[in-house]
C-alpha cells in the first residue's frame, strides 16, 4: 500500500525560503521508473504542478516556477524535499506530493497548508 | 490561465448525466498525451478518476467514463449522485512547456 505524507511549515514570511518534505511508503525510489511530484493549490484555486524528481536523480520543474525551486531525494529515508525560495503571500497554498505513474499521479498525500504572511 | 480549458461550473439533477470538457492544444493533448482526471471532493486531495484517457482505477464506479478527441477531452458521469459534488480536474503533459499541466478545475454541483 503506497502512502505519501507532507510535512513542514505551515507558516512562512516573505523573501523567507520554505522546505517540505514527502515521507512515503510503499515504494522505493530507487526502483527504475519511479516518480514523485510536487503539486500546489492556491486557496479556491486550481491545481499547479511544481516539480518532479525520479529514480535516477533525474528533476523537471515548472518552467515559471524554475527558478524558485530545487528538488531532492533521499532513498534511505524515503523522502523527497522541495524548497521554494523567495516566498510571497501569492505563494500560500496546499502543496500535495504526489506518486508519479507513466504521465499522471495515482496517489497523493493529504497535502499541508502553508501560509506566507509577515 | 490554465493551459487546459475547462467549464467553470456544471450541475445536474440526481441521475441526470453530465458531461465535463477539457480543451487543450496541438503541444499537450492534440500531440498525443494522454488526458487524466481527478475528483476532489470537499476539503480532501486530489483522487485519480480517470487514466490514460478512459481507464478507470480499481474502486472507481463505471458511472464515470473519458474520452478524447483531437485536442479535446470530456469526462462523463452518468446516474449523478449527491455524492459526485465536487472539483473535477484534467491533467495532461505539455511538450512545448515540458510540464505536467492542469485543467481550471470544474465545480459539479447536483441539485
Known amino acids: 500500500q503506497i502512502t505519501l505524507k507532507e510535512s513542514g511549515p505551515t507558516l512562512v514570511k516573505p523573501t523567507q525560503t520554505l522546505t517540505l518534505t514527502c515521507t512515503f511508503s510503499?515504494?522505493?525510489?530507487?526502483?527504475?521508473?519511479?516518480?514523485v511530484g510536487w503539486i500546489r493549490q492556491p486557496p479556491g484555486k486550481a491545481l499547479e504542478w511544481l516539480a518532479l524528481i525520479y529514480w535516477n536523480d533525474d528533476n523537471r520543474y515548472s518552467p515559471s516556477l524554475k527558478s524558485r525551486l530545487t528538488i531532492t531525494k533521499d532513498t534511505s529515508k524515503n523522502q523527497v524535499v522541495i524548497t521554494m525560495a523567495n516566498m510571497d503571500p501569492v505563494d500560500t497554498a496546499t502543496y500535495y506530493c504526489a506518486h508519479r505513474r507513466d504521465w499522471y499521479f495515482d496517489l497523493w498525500g493529504r497535502g499541508t497548508l502553508v501560509t506566507v504572511s509577515s | 490561465q490554465s493551459v487546459l480549458t475547462q467549464p467553470p461550473s456544471v450541475s445536474g439533477a440526481p441521475g441526470q448525466r453530465v458531461t465535463i470538457s477539457c480543451t487543450g492544444s496541438?503541444?499537450?493533448?492534440?500531440?498525443?498525451?494522454?488526458v487524466h482526471w481527478y475528483q476532489q471532493l470537499p476539503g480532501t486531495a486530489p483522487k485519480l478518476l480517470i487514466y490514460?484517457?478512459?481507464n478507470r482505477p480499481s474502486g472507481v464506479p463505471d458511472r464515470f467514463s473519458g474520452s478524447k478527441s483531437g485536442t479535446s477531452a470530456s469526462l462523463a458521469i452518468t446516474g449523478l449522485q449527491t455524492d459526485d459534488e465536487a472539483d473535477y480536474y484534467c491533467q495532461s503533459y505539455d511538450s512545448s512547456l515540458s510540464a505536467w499541466v492542469f485543467g481550471g478545475g470544474t465545480k459539479l454541483t447536483v441539485l
Open positions: 510503499g515504494f522505493s525510489l530507487s526502483t527504475s521508473g519511479v516518480g
Open positions: 496541438r503541444s499537450n493533448i492534440g500531440t498525443g498525451y494522454d
Open positions: 490514460g484517457n478512459y
